[in-house]
């Protein structure tokens, strides 16, 4: 194990939702605090159903403030009455929050941003107002990160794209999946009849049932693949386009073999049941569920949306990428990969260079050693 200089982790960031971020900062602070490290969880909001996950050994600065931008000051406070040797500053709202506290704090410690999503595919469908304020931001705020870390290949390109900033501060980490903990949730019984028949193929999706997980153009492809097999189709997750994709399904006939049973708290069992897995997301930051499927042996199919998926399946080399909201080509693949699916062993090989283990160690010294080898100093903005 690497020995690292920084003894004393802040990770700045929210906790009011359900979403993949959470699950990723309890993964990453429960390997440092295994490792030696003081972390310190600094919530703006301390709420959300990941909040009770919290590893033990983190200790958690709740700010108490309604939103992010109004946690400045009280993240000020923190920094100049118990400096980090390195903050991570989480999400795009983390991030500026960050950067103003740290001038009013004159916080000297590292300061490193941290982008979960493909900015420009997330602001594609937004209003112009969003879309200046929000690029106007990272370019205003970003230089004075001393980096910025980007969960895939194509976060970072696409945030180097925005903000100008050069390639030695801004890096690629991706994100912490498979656990020991992955493997014993999957290990239980899915509650669902579907998975103690044989012979009919379950196919799944997961995630927020919104327009970035495109669901419809899945039931859509479902469709296709139904009129020439058997299969079900099952969607885990809540949201906003529950309705109208249960309607898309009874308009298109196979409403009987489509389900939503909502959110699970544990889908693992439901994933490694299944007999394939489909992403069909207009975009992602990484997609972590992909490696969670592989890891489980679970052949998998992609929309090749920014960004992840070809990171993650190699350009194709461990599941079929297609084309975003092209049902046509996803039913084909589903297809074919329903008739020839990769071997297990080979699909769990490629899911082994995401354990915590791993990839807590890339953040650990990343954020012991930062950019300074490529001359940058911290605070300095260019």
């Known amino acids: ?91 795009h709202r983390g991030i500026l929050t960050a950067v ?35 690029i106007s931001g990272m370019r205003l705020f970003y230089k004075w990160t001393d980096l910025v870390i980007g969960v895939s290949q194509g976060v970072a390109d696409d945030i180097m794209k925005i903000t100008g900033l050069p390639p030695q501060k801004v890096i690629t980490i991706h994100n912490p999946v498979v656990t020991e903990e992955l493997f ?57 386009d529950l309705e109208s994709l249960k309607e898309l399904a009874e308009k298109l006939g196979v409403a009987g073999d489509v389900e939503f049973p909502g959110f699970q708290k544990n889908p693992f069992p439901y994933l ?43 350009n194709g080399r461990y599941g079929f990428l297609v084309p975003v909201e092209d049902p046509m080509a996803l039913s084909r693949a589903i297809g074919n990969t329903l008739d020839n699916p990769i071997p297990s062993d080979v699909l769990e090989t490629a899911a082994s260079r995401y354990t915590t283990e791993r990839i807590s160690e890339d953040y650990l010294l990343t954020l012991s050693e930062g950019p300074s080898r490529s001359g940058y100093s911290p605070g300095s903005a260019d």
């Not at 709740?62 to 040797?85: C, E, G, N, V």
């Not at 669901?215 to 009129?227: D, E, N, S």
């Open 184 to 240: 014993s949730k999957a290990a239980l019984p899915a509650d669902h009849p579907w998975f103690k028949e044989t012979g009919v193929p379950v196919i799944l999706g997961m995630g927020r049932l919104t327009k970035q997980k495109d669901f419809h153009t899945l039931i859509q492809a479902f469709a296709m693949v139904r009129k020439g097999r058997q299969g079900r189709l099952m969607i885990l997750g809540d949201g906003g």
């Open 100 to 134: 103003l506290a740290r001038f009013i704090s004159e916080y000297k410690g590292m300061l490193a941003g941290n982008i979960h999503t493909n900015v420009s595919a997330s602001l594609k469908h937004s209003s112009w107002l969003k879309r200046t304020g929000y």
């Open 272 to 314: 490694a049941g299944s007999s394939l897995f489909v992403l069909s997301s207009r975009w992602e930051g990484f997609g972590m569920v992909l490696v969670e499927a592989l890891a489980l042996g679970v052949p998998v199919v992609s929309t090749d949306c920014p960004s992840g998926p070809r990171e993650i399946l190699e």
């Open 1 to 91: 194990m690497i020995s690292h200089s920084r003894k004393h982790i802040a990770i700045f960031v929210s906790y009011s939702g359900q979403g993949g971020v959470e699950h990723v900062m309890n993964l990453l602070s429960r390997e440092f605090v295994a490792k030696g490290v003081r972390v310190d969880l600094v919530l703006s909001r301390a709420a959300g159903a990941h909040l009770g996950s919290i590893p033990r050994g983190v200790n958690i600065v709740d700010l108490r403030t309604r939103h992010t931008y109004s946690a400045i000051f009280r993240l000020a406070k923190y920094l100049r009455t118990t400096p980090p040797d390195a903050l991570l500053a989480v999400k």
